[in-house]
Each structure stands twice: as structure tokens, then as C-alpha cells.
């Protein structure tokens, strides 16, 4: 992650520094919760400050012995017409000297925003009498010149409300807001077909096969002896050697990109030998890549 990391962690430093927040981003993306962990944090907390009025708070947080010391500001497409002038004040507060005010927005895949309106029964508030959906890209579309402008993206798809709060609430710990890229290194078998959701795929076919290998066949990757089998052959070592070295140039250009998930698919035959053992071994040779969360799923594991 961690080129990306070099800006991830100004932006931390940039958050848990900053006397002023402003939270934008999606309707239904989360930002009610992400408010009230800011609040938990010793945040003065306004939800839908119309943005004309931001200098003002920010000035107060600025005044010797006000109450006010740290402030945290929801703007949202609720602003209405006047969410056009909100890139003009923003700068404003950038230029206010010791604010270092730090911009975070939210957002979220469409299916999982669908879902909440969905499950809250609220209408969106574009689309009041049309379908969310028509809303949501509405928004999106008219939120895109602030997205552009914010230091820290936080993809709330596939985070619990807890997630996201234990997330914000990091923010005083110095850790950027937001979750980390989650690295699914996922094993597969093509003969039960490509997984769909990869983002980079390798094909192991090419290491010799354990299958074939009578004592080996009822076992799979993640035992040692199929593990020693596959040590002995050269090209094992070679191409994991590649492959880290190329994984581990990447996937901090993923997180500089903002990326959120990456999964890195691992085929052979069927799915239980090589596949597993090399995910497994690329598992632990990315382990110690800062800011990722690691994991690995074996899909054809239990495949005979």
C-alpha cells in the first residue's frame, strides 16, 4: 500500500492534527456515523452547516480560549444551489493560517447504497418520488469537483456501522481515517472456472502437479508434504520471487490510487495443490507490506 502510504499518512497526520473537519461524500455512505465518532473524539459536531457560514465556525476554533478548539462540519448535496460554492470557501479555510482544515468524503458502491435506502426505508434525497438509484448517480455526478478536492476517500461498501465508526475514531491515534486496502489473495481451480471478481490473475499450471503423485493426491496446499514437493522444483522458487517483487511494486500504486479491495487470483487444474500453496506463500511474503490487510480464501479447496 505504501507509497500510497506516504500520502496516507500525511493525510493522517493531516487529520488528527486539524482543528477542523469537514465530512462529505454520498447519501447514505455513512457520514451520520462518522459524525458521531468525531463527536465521541471532542469534535463540535454540525450536520448541514449551510457553507457560507464555514469560515465563521472556523474562526472560532481559532480564538484563544473558545470552547470551540476543534470543529467537524457535515456538507453534503442537502446544501442545495449552495453546494457550487463550497470549492471557493474551502479554499478559504486552506488559506486560514493554523486551521489546517482536512476534507474527507465518503462513498460507497451503488449496490450497497441501494441496499441502505432499501433497508431505512428513506428515500433519497434527490429523488424523493423516483427510484434511488436515479438519485444516487445524480449525486455522484454534482458531488465529483468535491471528490476531486478531498484528502481522504474512505470506501464505506463493505463496512459495518461499527467499522466505520472504530475507523474515524483511529483519527486520534494518528491513523488515516478509513479502512486499509484489503488484499484477497484468492486460490482457484480453472476447471471450475475463472473467478470473476479478480483484479490480477496468475497461472500456476506450468509447477508440477502433486496430483499425479498417488501419496500426494488426497492432500492439498497447505500441507507440508505437498509444500516440500513443490520447494524441490526451481521454478517454484523463481516465480514467487517474480511475483512478489512485482506484487510488492504494485500494490502501493493501488493504494496511492485510493483502491480499497484488490483481489489477486491463483489458478491451477483444479483448485487444491498449487494454487493454495502459492497463495498461501504469497501470503507470507506480503506480509510485512504496512497498511494492508492481508487475507486468503482457498475456493476449490474442498473440491475432489
Not at 118 to 146: N, Y
Amino acid at each position: 500500500m505504501r507509497e500510497k502510504r506516504h500520502a496516507a499518512r500525511r493525510a493522517a497526520r493531516t487529520a488528527v492534527m486539524s482543528r477542523f473537519v469537514v465530512l462529505t461524500g454520498l447519501s447514505g455512505s455513512g457520514k451520520s456515523q462518522a459524525i458521531r465518532a468525531l463527536e465521541d473524539l471532542g469534535y463540535f459536531c454540525v450536520d448541514n452547516l449551510p457553507v457560507t457560514l464555514l469560515p465563521m465556525l472556523a474562526e472560532l476554533t481559532l480564538r484563544a480560549g473558545t470552547e470551540i478548539s476543534r470543529a467537524a462540519v457535515v456538507v453534503d448535496v442537502r446544501e442545495g444551489k449552495m453546494l457550487k460554492e463550497f470549492p471557493g470557501i474551502y479554499r478559504q479555510l486552506q488559506a486560514m493560517r493554523n486551521l489546517n482544515p482536512a476534507l474527507i468524503f465518503l462513498e460507497a458502491a451503488e449496490p450497497a447504497l441501494i441496499r441502505r435506502f432499501s433497508e431505512t426505508r428513506r428515500p433519497h434525497p434527490l429523488s424523493p418520488d423516483r427510484s434511488a438509484i436515479e438519485g444516487i448517480k445524480e449525486e455522484r455526478a454534482a458531488m465529483k469537483a468535491i471528490r476531486q478536492m478531498a484528502g481522504h476517500i474512505v470506501d464505506t461498501t463493505e463496512m459495518t456501522v461499527h467499522e466505520l465508526r472504530h475507523a474515524f475514531t483511529g483519527v486520534a491515534s494518528g491513523r488515516a481515517p478509513g479502512n486499509q486496502l484489503v488484499v484477497t489473495i484468492l486460490s482457484f481451480g480453472f476447471k471450475h472456472g475463472i473467478p470473476v471478481d479478480s483484479d490480477l490473475l496468475f497461472d500456476v499450471r506450468f509447477l508440477p502437479n502433486p496430483h499425479f503423485v498417488p501419496a500426494l493426491r488426497p492432500h492439498t496446499g497447505r500441507d507440508a508434504k505437498v509444500v516440500k514437493y513443490l520447494d524441490r522444483s526451481e521454478a517454484t522458487h523463481e516465480f514467487l520471487d517474480h511475483t512478489l517483487a512485482l506484487l510488492k511494486f504494485l500494490i502501493p500504486q493501488y493504494v496511492h490510487e485510493g483502491k480499497s479491495y484488490l483481489t489477486i487470483g491463483i489458478g491451477c487444474t483444479g483448485g487444491r495443490h498449487r494454487s493454495v500453496a502459492i497463495a498461501e506463500a504469497l501470503k507470507k511474503g506480503l506480509s510485512k507490506i504496512p497498511g494492508v490487510r492481508l487475507r486468503v480464501k482457498h475456493r476449490d479447496i474442498a473440491h475432489e
